[in-house]
């Protein structure tokens, strides 16, 4: 044996030094054991057996083998006999009665040893009297008590605490059983009710290993079966269920024991910190995150079906304990379904599997009736049974087929049939290539949701654009969505956009190829099969295009006029997109993101009605904002020789990117602006595209874009666009965007601060200083390659760049002050943030204006790939 079992410590081994060696031998072997691949099941249970043996001696150590009517009693996991590595060790020191003084200063003793071995010890002293007392006020201590085990001592005093537990005075079953139920609500809302969660808690997310242990602890109180082998046995579960609870137990005491033993503190969240090392600990092994992402499907694919059966066996139970739903009459509804209050249930006990299209048709009848809520239990047991033993995909059905169509065309099915069949699985038993997305995670932190969890997301915004309630969040899709006739297509194109990710390549081409594969088998007409296609191979255009391109530039609206062809197609993709962004991440949608896409779509919809053939007049633009804008300054006042002196300073530029109430409110603080040596500095006191605008006007000095986004970056501001231009005579007229760390545009209550230090860095003339602050910790495990791109372009006169980096803080002052340091002019930024991933792009000038020469491109790629480098988190 490789370690020495505390049975055969001799007395003078008892000694801090000794035994943490000891538990520190024992803790080396269950490691190298389970990196061995030995059954984590005996390593769990074998850790309980050794700390069993430890406390058995020390008991003895201490003499109160001989004392009468005291018992040392495992409670909670460790009374299971189940340990993890840095699992507490729950014990109970009881006696009939109180302890005397000198007996508890003695058990003080026993304990702090164990306390001073760092173990992970939850203790209570007690008599039997108080444990009844302590534990009919308290249902967790109750719960503990529940699962108590005799360690050693008196077998008389822990036979009278188990007849005290057991007694139905105790914990009446009914009471018991609402009690953990509400338990369990609340501690799924603590994780928003969903399995996904990107650093999901191994125990408590919804689907952990508190559902199973809710099931045992309600079986065990009142059916009396101590372990789950017993619930079956009884028929609380079926052989199947319980062997899938097993098997869904083991695979997440796997990785609770792989994220224990990378651990030294208890903790049962599976941080992105710990993710790596646990995947590797499982051997899950690929490229990149491909280790992550595959141990991740798999543990959410776990959860998944612990929180299925989780729902099902204790509405089962609430029959058998609470009787209730059986007094219901139900309701016929036809030859193969009923209703029982407000709940469906098959009338065929094999009903699914004798014809599985029906299936579908119980989805039809929830979608067509908004006061059935689910699925009867017995149904749901059928269901699953059902699901596992089909032979093949449901899609091959024929019958099916259209059924799944009428779901589609169902404008209820969104937010109620097509939710319920991915929670139950009835989705990826329809279609293969949903059933291989199911689970699928990235590991970056942008993509909250897994891949089916983002496109059923998807599908419940499409729904919203339904309600004319929502119009002020989505004015567009809410005017558009109820008037597109073929809504099926938009839900098939959503169904589809993810579908390919996680197989390499092009998630959107393939995705775009099973599509129209998918349309045509549906019996589908060709046109529509390619718009669908199409909507899927491109639904990421829109917003890359709004978000990442400069579209305030005649040629980008051209570009995307041209990949979009005509405006059914715009509509149905500004619906797609917007859902989309709403679907990836709660936090993603705001004004600033509804205004781009806005302009764009409005911008599109221009050209498209206008023809392609007859591009946007650059020069009547031009002179159509001047004309409004001179209109609102003369208003003011202000003469139009005085306009047109200020503005025979500006390039033509200005005219052609501002709008004219922005030309008009600039220019009216640039003419009362009397001493133009020193800055001024603009800030809307309403939201702009919903974001703040940031207005810098002041005379043209080194790094003056850094030093800006410095000061802002320092105020926890976030840049998310950028027109940077000179006057004539040398004075910057800079506009930025700015959003706070929320989204939301920035508080008045901050503006005089952002003034009063944007006005002083300027006032100094030097370049600030950039001081870079901490990576916040949910980057510091991310790495992003610094990527640096010139993107081709017919103009001659600027040159683009696409930069990718890991968004750390002071990115943006760096890139301002890199460009600064190498003579580069900046004209335009785009800012995207994705996750830890910064995407922007630049409009900029060489040293001698115009593109920069292939000498320039390249040492700027040195520069900055070096100067980001510096930045990333040590």
Known sequence: ????????????????????????????????????????????????????????RLWQHYGFAQLPSISLVAVGGYGRGELHPLSDIDILVVSKKTLPNHLAAKVSEFITLLWDLRLEIGHAVRSIEEC????????????????????????????????????????????????????????????????????????????????????????????????????????????????????????????????????????????????????????????????????????????????????????????????????????????????????????????????????????????????????????????????RRLNKFLHTIPAAREKFLDLCRHPNALHRAFVLMHKLGVLAAYLPQWSQIVGQMQFDLFHVYTVDEHSVRLLKHINTFSYAKNHSKHPICCEIYPRIQKKELLIIAAIFHDIGKGRGGDHSEIGAVEAYDFCIEHGLSKPEAKLVSWLVRNHLLMSVTAQRRDIYDPEVITEFAKQVRDEEYLEYLVCLTVADICATNPELWNSWKRTLLAELFYSTQRALRRGLENPVDVRE?????????????????????????????????????????????????????????????????????????????????????????????????NVHDAQVMTSKDGYVLDTFMVLDQHGDAVDETRHKAVYKHLTHVLEDGRPTKIKTRRTPRNLQHFTVKTKVDFLPSKSKKRTTLEFVAL????????????????????????????????????????????QLTEQEQQTLREQLCANVAELAPH
């Open 132 to 387: 009844v007392e302590i534990g009919k006020q308290d249902l967790t201590v109750a719960t503990n008590l529940q699962e108590s085990r005799l360690l050693c001592g008196c077998e008389e005093t822990f036979h009278l605490l188990k007849m005290q537990i057991h007694s139905e005075s105790f914990w009446p079953s009914e009471v018991f059983y609402k009690a953990k139920l509400q338990e369990q609500i609340t501690r799924h809302a603590r994780y928003h009710d969903t399995t996904y969660n990107l650093e999901p808690d191994i125990k408590s997310t919804p689907g952990g290993l508190r559902d199973i242990h809710t099931l045992s602890w309600v079986a065990r109180r009142h059916f009396g079966a101590t372990s789950l082998f017993e619930m079956s046995r009884y028929g609380f579960l079926t052989d199947a269920e319980y062997r899938e609870l097993v098997e869904c137990q083991e695979f997440l005491w796997r990785v609770r024991f792989a994220l224990h033993i990378d651990l030294r503190r208890y903790d049962n969240r599976l941080t992105f910190a710990h993710q790596a090392q646990v995947a590797e600990n499982l051997g899950f092994t690929g490229e990149g995150n491909r280790g992550v992402e595959m141990m991740m499907k798999e543990f959410y694919r776990t959860l998944r079906r612990v929180a299925e059966l989780n729902k099902m066996l204790l509405k089962l139970f609430d029959q058998a304990i609470l009787n209730n739903g059986t007094e219901i009459r139900p309701e016929i509804i036809n030859d193969d379904f009923q209703r029982r209050g407000r709940l469906i249930e098959a009338r065929k006990p094999a009903l699914f599997q004798a014809r599985p299209g029906t299936i579908l048709d119980m989805f039809l009848l929830i979608a067509n009736d908004s006061t059935i809520d689910s699925v009867a239990p017995s149904t749901l047991r059928q269901l699953r049974t059902a699901r």
């Open 621 to 717: 633009r031009i002179r159509h904002n001047q004309q409004m804008a001179s209109a609102l300054l003369r208003k003011e006042g202000f003469s139009s020789r005085e306009i047109d002196v200020l503005w025979q300073r500006f390039k033509a530029d200005y005219f052609l990117r501002h709008t004219h109430k922005q030309i008009a409110w600039h220019c009216s603080n640039l003419l009362s602006h009397e001493d133009h040596s020193k800055p001024l500095i603009l800030i809307s006191k309403k939201p702009t595209r919903g974001g703040t605008e940031v207005f810098v006007y002041s005379k043209d000095q080194e790094a003056l874009f850094a030093t800006v986004v410095a000061e802002l970056d320092r105020r926890n501001f």
């Open 1 to 56: 044996m490789p370690f020495q079992s505390p049975l055969t410590f001799a007395d003078e081994q008892i000694n801090v030094a000794e035994l943490k060696q000891q538990l520190d031998h024992f803790a080396q072997y269950q490691k190298a054991e389970f990196l061995n691949h030995h059954p984590v099941n005996d390593l769990v249970l074998g850790r309980a057996d050794y700390i069993d043996l430890l406390l058995n």
């Open 807 to 850: 968004d750390t803080p002071g990115l943006l002052a760096i890139v301002g002050a890199t460009f600064a340091d190498l003579n580069i002019g900046l004209h335009a930024a785009k800012i995207t943030t994705i996750g830890e991933r910064a995407e922007d792009l630049f409009i900029i000038t060489g040293a001698e204006g115009g």
